[in-house]
């Protein structure tokens, strides 16, 4: 950390005095001007290692100890567990093993439609908003205010609505429009996934959204003018020239998606509390319950360890045959 | 150039007062000390209708506190949702308030963590010692055998609260002492988009009280004598069943209360939407919802029918707060001397008082403050009838398995799906099964 350039003050005399050592002078201005960005990285460098990295090092760490509430004052002397949190957590058979795995699998279905939807809802918002229309601006505001709400004030207003008895949700669809025989549980039971994606996608989709409009803005008009005049309709227009020309800020729009969606924890935990309905046991709130709740850190991270391991590798596998894919068709 | 240098240099200096801040966190060695005596931090857990109100009550007392001894108490107060994560997080870091507030049912489990200072003989004596508290309160302080891990501070216990325009109304003149009663008034009230009956489905603590006090009844106590988790015995798994059964079953509760775990079914009394709940301490939040006291009747909680009969009978956990002193205090004897202060007899009654509770100390309970006629059925409940709950380290754990099991069952319930002695059998098997290995 102190290998910063030599004292000033001792090599303006050097130079002053002893014109024979200017070659050295020269390196260490270069040295100077080769480290200085590494310099300016510093403080970002050292934030990093301390709100992820070493965090994420300690975690790994305590996977491997039998971290339970009686070694919680000192942690340090927890005994070490060796493999048995993973062999706990990924003994499928056991009610542990078997919980996590049903929690991954609802996970992975969730993931795909909040994903698909918010995409899918955001790329079509996109691309309607290329049309200059009375009001463009105003539609487009009001398009991102769910991504600039607090996730906390607008989560708590959608579990008001989707209370059964007082709910807004329930007022409309059964009290108003008769479309249920008993007004529906949106909180507890089944029907909390399809709650949980309502609000994920609500709360996703103008992200694709913003994403989106920015890469439209990337395409030439021209393209558009030329392939109109070889009478390419609205449909090949975008199936041709619109999402081809995305494709680089798709690949990274969905991966960011995913990510964000999978460990997504704040949603589901205004939604339903400390003990999500099963239909709705995302990951992160099943590992928050398996350390937190049970008060056994240890199975906690070694969870924790295994999601990131997964998360690694479909990023991975997503990056490796994505950019594969673009350079054949750069190619 | 020099401006670069300037950023450079700045760069460097940021990074090293970063790494140096980051070295500096906690030191965990060690019991208390006395390093900072002059002051002290309290948190305290939620006990009036909202956390102002509860700075409102305590802050005076507090800055009497400060008059008589020259320590000044930092108040923070907690609300029930965070207070556990907060004491978890403090004991990891050992950064913490010096004395605290903790709901008597975690104490095994904290005790087990070795956060907070043991109440041995000598500690007692700085506090006027352990004789000073009520017998039932001390049963909920920690592990049998071991030096209590907290004292008592508020006491409370379970009764039957039931809206008396809704009883004339009906027509019913004597509220009910038994579960048939209970029943068959309920079924007469629940009439017109009214329920007999409120319950508090998604609320895992609540549920747990509720199915430990029936398990009671039925002669099952969820942990066997040495400490293992033993939810499935029969008496267990018929408690567990005769509480959603007064939904499944019974229909005297209306089907949304199933989502409710903010209190709505208190709020739903409040309004007049039920007509009874079974609840702890319940006269401040009434007060504090609009209703006014001569609006409700309480009675003791109800039992089974035959021998051996109300009074008798356990028919309501051992609620209250228990207050603790952090381990890792850096004024250990202005915490013993701040306890000292909140356990004495003039702040008891003031305190209790303010909350509606009982004291659990017995020369404050003799005030005839605590001799209403509300507050006597929960003082003599307390004195008679009343259980503590499992005092062992898992008690918390237990709270969530079970207390989510009994919840899950209620949205079979609300679903119209049956409830059978396999279905609640098996949901209790499950819960068991999530149990640490022993």
Known sequence: MTTTAPPRTGKRTVRKNHPGAAPRTRRSGRLRRISLPYLLLLPALVLELLVHLIPMIIGIVVSFKELTQFYLRDWGSAPWAGLDNYSLTVDFDAPVGEALLSSFFTTCLFTFFSVGLCWLIGTAAAIFMQETFKGRGILRTIFLVPYALPVYAAVITWAFMFQRDNGLVNHVIHDQLGLTDSPPFWLIGENSFITLLVVSVWKGWPFAFLIMMAGLQNIPREIYEAAALDGAGVWQQIRRITLPSLRPVNQVLILVLFLWTFNDFNTPFVLFGKSAPSAADLISIHIYQSSFQTWNFGTGSAMSVLLLLFLLVVTGVYLLFTSRGRSATDA | ?438
Not at chain 2, 127 to 132: E, N
Not at chain 2, 243 to 257: E, F, P, R, S, T
Not at chain 2, 389 to 394: F, I, T
Not at chain 2, 395 to 410: D, H, N, P, R
Request: proline share 5%; charged share 20%; hydrophobic share 40%.
């Open chain 2, 1 to 438: 150039m020099r401006r670069i240098r300037v950023a450079a240099v700045g760069a460097v200096t940021l990074s090293l007062v970063l790494g140096a801040a980051a070295c500096g966190g906690g030191s965990t060695s060690g019991a208390g000390s006395n390093k900072q005596p002059k002051t002290l931090t309290y948190w305290a857990s939620n006990q009036g209708s909202s956390l102002e109100v509860d700075k409102q009550v305590l802050q005076p007392e507090l800055d009497k506190f400060e008059k008589q001894t020259g320590i000044k108490v930092k108040l923070e107060v907690v609300p029930w949702g965070d207070l556990l994560n907060r004491i978890l997080t403090a004991t990891t870091s050992g950064q913490g308030p010096d004395v605290l507030n903790i709901g008597n049912t975690w104490s095994a489990s904290l005790q087990a963590s070795g956060a907070l200072l043991p109440w041995d003989a000598k500690n007692f004596e700085k506090i006027g010692g352990k004789d000073r508290f009520v017998e039932s309160a001390l049963g909920s302080t920690g592990v049998q055998g071991q030096d209590p891990a907290a004292v008592p501070l508020y006491s409370m216990a379970y009764a039957l609260y039931y809206n008396k325009k809704a009883f004339a109304d009906a027509g019913v003149t004597k509220p009910p002492t038994t579960w048939d009663e209970l029943i068959a008034t309920g079924k007469q009230l629940t009439k017109d988009g009214k329920a007999g009956f409120g319950v508090e489905g998604s609320n895992l603590s609540n549920n747990i009280h509720q199915v430990f006090v029936l398990g009671k009844q039925h002669g099952a106590d969820f942990f066997t004598a040495d400490g293992k988790a033993d939810f499935t015995s029969d008496g267990a798994v018929k408690a567990v069943k005769q509480y959603v059964d007064l939904m499944a079953d019974a229909q005297i509760v209306a089907k949304g209360n199933a989502e409710y775990s903010q209190n709505q079914s208190l709020s739903d009394f409040a309004k007049g939407k039920t007509a009874m709940v079974l609840w702890q301490t319940a006269s401040a939040t009434f007060a504090a919802q609009g209703m006014k006291e001569d609006e409700w009747g309480v009675v003791p909680a109800p039992v089974q029918s035959g021998a051996p009969g109300q009074g008798t009978s356990t028919n309501s956990m051992v609620a209250g707060i228990n207050m603790a002193v952090f381990k890792n205090t850096k004024n250990i004897d202005g915490a013993t001397k701040f306890v000292n202060f909140m356990t004495g007899d003039e702040e008891q009654k003031i305190l209790n008082k303010a909350y509606g509770s009982i004291p659990p100390v017995k020369s404050a309970q003799t005030d005839p403050a605590f001799n209403t006629p509300g507050l006597a059925v929960l003082r003599d409940t307390l004195a008679k009838s009343s259980a503590a709950l499992p005092q062992v380290p898992e008690e918390s754990q237990f709270e969530t398995v079970v207390g989510t099991a009994v919840k899950e069952l209620f949205a079979d319930a609300a679903a119209g799906r049956p409830v059978t002695l396999e279905s609640v059998k098996a949901k209790l098997d499950k819960a068991q099964q999530q149990m640490p290995k022993k």
